[in-house]
DNA sequence: CGTGATTACGTTTATCGTAATTATA
DNA sequence: TATAATTACGATAAACGTAATCACG
């Protein structure tokens, strides 16, 4: 048994079960791939995958079980890494987040200005893309952190912290006649066309929930992933907007009204997904401590050793 | 990086430092170790072991970081063997147990009898030492299973179940002035030269405990590690014995009269020590629910995932 | 027939053990 | 000076890639 063979057989079940796929993403030969997994199941005498003819079409039982203990087996491999390049060099390495738009344009720049100050040779990346695709990056290790209001706190491999809550907003333009109305009512909102996000991002379930409850149908004329795109068709009067407070900026959004809406609908929690079991650097400690203050390193790692439960403040 | 590398660095560090030793302990030589390690620490940019000239003295402070987690590494690698050999064939194997000479002998005896009608196919050894020889044992992975009375919960890396509770007994010869005694007071027994098990085995720490709360001082004249030996000193007439109180039996013991200690010391918990994220074999569970019924194998799974604190019922 | 896994085979690389060397207590 | 680790070197074996073969849809 070697480590290569671990890795063989983690890499053809992330691509599906395909050895030319494992292969490929390896950079190595299908034959070697095929080679190394014979030998490791003749060396353990089980089956680990389910071949038909000289198809890969499954998983056998033991194969499942396996399976998990090769992902903690190579997660270990992977801390040992990161535990020596922390005492090799402190304050150098990589860094990558997986955010969703909302995060990273208005969240994210100030804590990635102030990180870049603080560790000036750690190279920092951003990967922009939904909650469940941020899930998975981080569930296989392909980002150190992941950040998004939704969906985060679903899967039992990762953990969850609560980030920071926010509420949502209404945006018209400043012409519009909700703009001079002192407090929105849902019925009011109902009657307008809504330019608001996706149903998988960032606090759309919410305004879904608040109409819902009260037998309210509201047209949504424009389902974005982005909050410019909101403002961007609300400044051309196709409908009023709902999108995050933190999204608005008075300064920069010359025209638009924002309006409150933080009694209409439930506020939303912001999350930092993290990878149980995965060793964090020290500046990634500091990263997450700068988006949320509350998250020392003390308490992050409390939660990471602590129990599969959702942790909650 | 590779699995042989971190078995080196694993058994140096179980070698007390020693590249000769771990080399001899794992049939191969000494140049390999010492070239495998140094490979390991270009590769992973620290030093593991402070070296003094030629000679290796200590771990570095990163070295002592990566062990732990090179212990976690292969524990994953040795539990996917056992998962695989586990699929391979359900009812062959083989099973160690480590025991105090009292639980060898007086209760273990009937759990192998019937372990082995249920899985002749499995080759099961017992091996015999004192309490932390047993927990140090356990806790390398030699042995599956550890049984003792004293000591087994003082390790964090250790599960220690309770098995069973037991009492002390009083043993002196049929014709000794106690042996007509209704119920004996721990003064009367402080008047006697006693006979008991050595400080680290069987309970020795509750019969300590018991005659110091009233601040007697018996003259133990004779501390032996097994409930034979002292049995043996009994019948001579050396003194009077305490022994566990399975280790009487009316019929081999003649000559010898029992009497209840139960009011007098507190009683002692058998414990069964597992390795914490070690995989066991299902016959495995079957030996421990044999010794204990009420350690079913949903039990000590709840409890080896659980949190770290000791369990008990 | 095209795609994907296995088998065959030669090259390259890494690993291991013996022997020699060097440093320490 | 004896013990212990490192360096040097040759033999062995493992891993890899290319090419050919085989099975399935």
Redesign the pocket.
């Known amino acids: 048994m070697?480590l290569?063979q671990l890795r063989y057989v983690q890499e053809t079940i992330r691509s599906g079960?395909?050895?030319?796929a494992a292969a490929e993403r390896l950079?190595?030969?299908?034959?070697?791939i095929?080679?190394?997994?014979?030998?490791l199941e003749a060396e353990l005498g089980v089956q680990i995958f389910v071949?038909?003819?000289?198809?890969?079409t499954a998983l056998t039982e033991p194969g499942q079980a396996l399976a998990t203990i090769v992902d903690r087996a190579l997660q270990e491999i992977d801390n040992l890494r990161t535990v020596a390049s922390e005492f090799h060099d402190q304050d150098s390495g990589a860094l990558t987040i997986a955010a969703t738009h909302t995060q990273a344009r208005y969240a994210l720049p100030g804590v990635v200005a102030a990180f870049k100050r603080r560790y000036p040779r750690v190279r920092l990346s951003l990967v922009q893309g939904s909650p469940s695709q941020i899930a998975e990056m981080t569930m296989t290790g392909a980002v150190d952190v992941g950040i998004a209001t939704e969906a985060l706190d679903h899967y039992p491999r990762l953990l969850a912290l609560p980030g920071y809550t926010w509420h949502h907003s209404i945006i018209v333009p400043d012409d519009h006649p909700l703009a001079t109305q002192a407090k929105v009512t849902l019925e009011a909102l109902a009657g307008y066309e809504l330019i608001t996000y996706d149903p998988a991002f960032a606090g759309r379930t919410h305004i879904d929930e608040a109409f819902a409850a009260r037998q309210l149908r509201p047209e949504v004329v424009l389902a974005a992933i982005d909050s410019d795109v909101i403002k961007t068709y609300v400044e051309l009067g196709l409908g009023v907007g709902i999108i995050a407070a933190m999204a608005y900026d008075r300064a920069r959004d010359r025209g638009l009204t924002m309006l409150d809406a933080s009694h209409l609908f439930r506020s939303n929690t912001t999350r930092i997904a993290l990878l149980r079991g995965r060793r964090l650097r020290q500046f990634c400690y500091d990263f997450i401590e700068l988006f949320a203050p509350h998250l020392s390193r003390p308490m992050v790692d409390k939660a990471m050793t602590g129990s599969k439960e959702t942790y909650e403040l």
């Open positions: 070697n290569q079960l395909s050895l030319t950079h190595t030969s299908q034959p070697g095929s080679r190394q997994i014979r030998d071949r038909r003819g000289k198809r890969v």
